[in-house]
């Protein structure tokens, strides 16, 4: 079974860093893009930003470029996203998910980790 899942959130205070990591399992996942998203209380879920497995090609929201680093671990099979100098509209459930058809559409997602930053 293909599946994603998520962990490494917690509470933080705000300054400082977390390490969520997405564990794919069930196959390589060597060929998609992978993304992490966020959907804070009351709000839309929101990209966060994304990584091609294959390439190691990123890109992020305007709202963490600087202070979010997407990276890939091959050997584990794993993506990380690295929060440093977080802030309390940080807070949010941390998604990742998966493009496997490398089309713009999100059809795995893992279950979620909260993140919760406080001031």
């Known amino acids: 079974q293909v599946q994603l899942v998520e962990s490494g959130g917690g509470l933080v205070q705000a300054g400082g860093s977390l390490r969520l990591s997405c564990a794919a399992s069930?196959?390589?996942?060597?060929?998609?893009?992978m993304g992490w998203f966020r959907q804070a209380p009351g709000k839309e879920r929101a990209f966060v930003g994304a990584?091609?497995?294959?390439?190691?090609?990123?890109y992020y929201a305007d709202s963490v470029k600087g202070r979010f680093t997407i990276s890939r671990d091959n050997g584990k099979n794993t993506v990380y996203l690295q929060m440093n100098s977080l802030k309390p509209e940080d807070t949010a459930v941390y998604y990742c998910?998966?493009?496997?058809?490398?089309?713009?559409?999100?059809?795995?997602w893992g279950q979620g980790t909260q993140v919760t930053v406080s001031s």
């Open positions: 998910a998966a493009d496997r058809d490398l089309d713009g559409n999100w059809d795995l």
């Open positions: 069930g196959r390589s996942f060597s060929s998609y893009r």
């Open positions: 990584i091609r497995w294959s390439t190691g090609s990123k």
